[in-house]
């Protein structure tokens, strides 16, 4: 017994020891990450849940567009430091440039009247020699043929990702893969919420839709048909997924001319379009991959392309698993690009232009790791876990501080961590919106428009900024926002039913509670309650699932209560809220709108008519059509910026101010924090696939991290002392005892 009891101290000494010498070796216990990536040249960020859709044809979020940003390559990019956004060659010689012709053919002047424009042509012309990134669906077998078409689950067993496929292949980018894609954007199954935009501009998109419309419900009739009562439509199409024959119907909108070149044509003037083709809606798409993931045993496993897109962007996905993390790698393939070396003239001065002409992209890989709640993740970014960070409410007053003059600066304790800030107003809108569908909060009728501007009134939203946004945020009169032709300021672009103009102060001010319900009187709800006297009750959806926005949604029940009127909260995941506003299955929500491109026809088409989302699957998430504004937007939307066009747009802001289908909200004012490791680091509003230029000094970032979460040793070393001599006399003893059993 004494011996074994040796033993045992023996073997914890020794690893009290060793544990010691392990931690004074550079070891941090309380590292995430595995051990071989210490040191290496990875950027580690977060993402809070899973995106839907990573398809190029249906995606139009910005976190799904922080993935397929980086993997897919549509025509051409905006410059990374230029402002205003200039658009310039990715996949391209150069940026499209449009040939406008008349009935006869004859070829227009730049700037000639919309009105005249019988064919806008588009030829782009892409770079030859860009190869895609390694993928299964290229591998081909000993005889040519596509090795992983036609298999069955025996196949791929255990495989799960695309990954764990033995074997991959590659081909160069050619033009009918663009076309495959534009002709992807009217597949019926896909569901592309911009097709009733692009219906309008490409000749011939809207028949063409039609056509793969019909072929669908006839391949599923005479499945049905074959199959009988047994059949199930969603059953069937999992284990026989239904590919549809593009080419079998024609396309006079997308011409090819060889495998590097292909032109788009348009059936009216369209300015807007080139920016269209900065988009992810507009990157090639392999009719390989498609065909590879639409099959059965793929499906099942959902190994899709939703999941596992492919391209020629700077990175391909290596792992995609959303209940941990997602991780993009450097796609071996990439073709030569390099870091941009012009910018704006503070950009040198800022060590923007230290990398010119440097082969992009620097950094090998990018891990996106689920984070769902804010502290966690903003605790983890101070500890040097993640290389950037936003900043939220809970984490602002230890981040930030404003000087007297109202300047943003960083507190202290972040400036000792060498942690930048970066801020911008964004090009976006956040806003609270009715479902004009609604018999309750919907409709034209002028009690109706009074119940929703009583609660545009009610909806403080500078209180809304001052509380969750720290005063990041500029109040919102319409839905431009600034930096986009159309937006105006000051007293010039108030809005007349929610604030009032201060002559003595120079500012607007919102209306009171009491002009709130004197409206809310007149649409016939006295103190909330209908001619019956029932309380009006009106439900609201949002995406808010973290328990740090109760705070927001009691705000909103507050303000509500002030008129009177019960405010019933729903809220759900984001992909479940996506899909009550598909169907329409909401009275009041909140949302917003990052600019696709800088341009006000993107802001004003979120009200199109046409657009709604539950009639035409649209992006007008409200289900607003109001005649006259409809008008105004067709005139408006192809127009060059002009004083024509801003007297237009006058007349639509007045137009929608008084409807209310929108409480305004605000335009975010962007607070982004990083580490001092990270390099290249500037807002890009408009551009998806930034990451390319971003470096790490990784070395740095080691360092860092270790002095940051290096262990306190000494309860450690205190408590090794007193075991270490408590075990003396036992130690003793049993060396006696042995010694006297030897002789």
């Avoid at 549509?74 to 010689?93: A, E, G, I, N």
């Avoid at 059949?231 to 909108?253: F, M, T, V, W």
């Avoid at 992209?361 to 500890?383: S, T």
């Avoid at 007349?651 to 004012?669: C, F, N, S």
Wanted: charged content about 25%; some cysteine; overall charge neutral.
């Amino acid at each position: 017994m004494p011996g074994l009891v040796l033993n045992k101290r023996l073997y914890l000494i020794s690893a009290l020891v060793c544990t010691f010498f392990l931690l004074s070796g550079g070891c941090t216990p309380n590292n995430p990450y595995r051990s071989e990536e210490r040191g290496k040249n990875f950027f580690y960020t977060t993402f809070t849940e899973e995106p839907k859709t990573l398809d190029p044809a249906r995606s139009y979020s910005s976190d799904q567009y922080a993935l397929i940003g980086q993997i897919l390559e549509p025509p051409v990019q905006y410059h990374y430091l230029k402002r205003p956004y200039t658009l310039v060659p990715l996949t391209t010689d150069s940026v499209p440039e449009v040939a406008y012709y008349d009935i006869s053919g004859d070829r227009l002047p730049q700037d000639v009247s919309p009105d005249k424009v019988h064919r806008a042509v588009y030829e782009i012309r892409i770079k030859k020699g860009i190869m895609y990134q390694e993928h299964p669906a290229f591998a081909r077998g000993p005889d040519g043929e596509p090795l992983y078409i036609g298999i069955t689950e025996t196949d791929i067993k255990g495989i799960w990702e695309i990954k764990d496929f033995p074997v991959t292949g590659t081909r160069e980018l050619v033009s009918d893969d663009y076309i495959y894609q534009i002709m992807r954007l009217a597949d019926p199954q896909l569901h592309c919420p911009i097709l009733p935009i692009l219906e309008k501009y490409i000749l011939g998109l809207e028949e063409f839709s039609e056509a793969l419309k019909r072929d669908l419900e006839e391949i599923r009739k005479a499945r049905k048909e074959k199959a009988g009562a047994a059949y199930s439509q969603a059953i069937d199409e999992r284990k026989n997924p239904i590919i549809l024959d593009y080419k079998k119907h024609p396309l006079p909108g997308v011409e090819k001319v060889d495998d590097y070149t292909f032109r788009v044509i348009l059936k009216k003037k369209y300015p807007q379009f080139v920016y269209w083709l900065a988009m992810p809606f507009f990157s090639p798409v392999p009719e390989e991959a498609v065909r590879f993931y639409k099959q059965g045993p793929m499906q099942e496993k959902n190994i899709t392309i939703e999941r596992f897109p492919v391209g020629t962007g700077p990175y391909r996905m290596e792992t995609n698993n959303p209940n941990m993390e997602v991780v993009l790698i450097k796609n071996e393939n990439y073709h030569p690009e390099t870091y941009p070396e012009s910018g704006d003239p503070p950009d040198r001065d800022a060590g923007l232009l230290d990398d010119a002409g440097k082969l992009l992209p620097f950094i090998e890989k990018i891990i996106f790791k689920l984070e769902k709640e804010d502290i966690p993740r903003w605790n983890k970014f101070l500890q040097g876990y993640y290389d950037n960070s936003g900043i939220t409410s809970d984490s602002f007053d230890q981040a930030v501080t404003f000087s007297v003059e109202g300047r943003a600066d960083l507190t202290d304790f972040i400036k000792e961590k060498d942690i930048r800030l970066i801020t911008s107003v964004r090009p976006s809108t956040f806003y609270t919106g009715f479902n004009m569908l609604d018999p309750v909060v919907g409709g034209l009728g002028t009690d109706k428009q009074k119940l929703r501007q009583a609660i545009s009134i009610a909806l403080d939203y500078e209180e809304f900024i001052e509380i969750f946004a720290n005063g990041r945020g500029i109040p919102a009169m319409n839905p431009l926002p600034p930096g986009i032709f159309g937006y105006e300021m000051e007293k010039a672009g108030l809005n007349p039913h929610v604030y009032d103009w201060d002559e003595t102060r120079g500012r607007p001010v919102r209306k009171s509670i009491e002009e709130a319900k004197r409206l809310l009187e007149e649409a016939g709800y006295p103190g909330g309650r209908d001619r019956e006297g029932k309380p009006l009750v009106i439900t609201f959806d949002n995406a808010w699932t973290g328990p740090e926005n109760s705070p927001m949604i009691n705000w909103f029940r507050k303000r509500f209560k002030l008129m009177g009127i019960q405010l019933e909260n729903r809220t759900t995941d984001y992909n479940r809220f996506q899909d009550k506003m598909f169907k329409g299955n909401f009275q009041f929500f909140f949302w917003g709108w990052n600019a696709d491109y800088p341009d006000p026809e993107n802001f004003f088409f979120l009200l199109y008519g046409p657009n709604g989302k539950v009639n035409h699957q649209g992006e007008n998430a409200v289900n607003y059509e109001n005649g006259e504004f409809d008008r105004l937007f067709r005139k408006m939307e192809n127009m060059d910026n002009t004083l024509e066009r801003m007297a237009i747009i006058r007349e639509m802001t007045r137009i929608l101010q008084k409807d209310a289908p929108w409480v305004w909200g605000y335009h975010p004012v962007a607070f982004v924090l990083s580490h001092g490791w990270v390099g290249n680091l500037k807002s890009n509003a408009m551009a998806n696939n930034t990451m390319k230029y971003i470096d790490i000094d990784s070395g740095t970032r080691k360092d860092r991290r270790y002095v940051w979460n290096r262990p306190n040793f000494r309860p450690l070393v205190i408590i090794g002392i007193i075991f270490i001599a408590g075990s003396i006399p036992t130690i003793y003893t049993v060396i006696r005892r042995f010694r006297g059993g030897r002789k």
